[in-house]
C-alpha cells in the first residue's frame, strides 16, 4: 500500500463567513497542492473540506498521515468522538444533533477505503507546509472577492 502524507488547513474570513482550504498531497518526492472557496461557510467545515478533497484525490487505496492543525478534527478520530456520535444517533454530549454530519460521512466513505492516521501539527507555525496550506486557503478566499 502506497504511503501518503496530506497536509491540510481552512480559513474563514468571518466565521461564519467567506471560506478556503488548502491541502498538500506529498508522494515519493512528489508535491500536489489543491485549494478551494465557499462564499458562506465556517472555518471547521473548511478543515474537513480539505481533507476530503484531499483524500478524494487518491486513485488507489493508500495509508494516509493526515496533517492538520484542527483540533476539531484530530480529536474526532483520537478520541473517538465519531464513535460515540454514530453510536448515540449522530447526537452530540449535550444531545444535539452533531454539526457537519454531511462531511463527517463522507469522511468516514473515504476513510474506508484507506488507512488514515490523524497528526496534530501547530498551527501558524514553524512547520512549512501547514503554512503553505494556510496560504492556499487566504488565496482561494481572496479569489472569492
Known sequence: MQEVTLYTDGACSGNPGKGGWGAI????GN????????PMTTN???EMT???EGLRQLKRPCRV?????SAYVVNCFRQNWIGYWRRNGWKNSRNKPVENRDLWEKLLEL???HQVEFVKVK???DDPWNNRCDELAREAIRRLE
Open 25 to 28: 498531497l506529498l508522494y515519493n
Open 50 to 52: 480539505a481533507i476530503i
Open 44 to 46: 471547521n467545515r473548511m
Open 31 to 38: 508535491k500536489k497542492e489543491l485549494s478551494g472557496a465557499e
Open 65 to 69: 498521515r493526515v496533517c492538520s492543525d
Open 123 to 125: 498551527g501558524h507555525a
Open 111 to 113: 476513510m474506508d477505503i
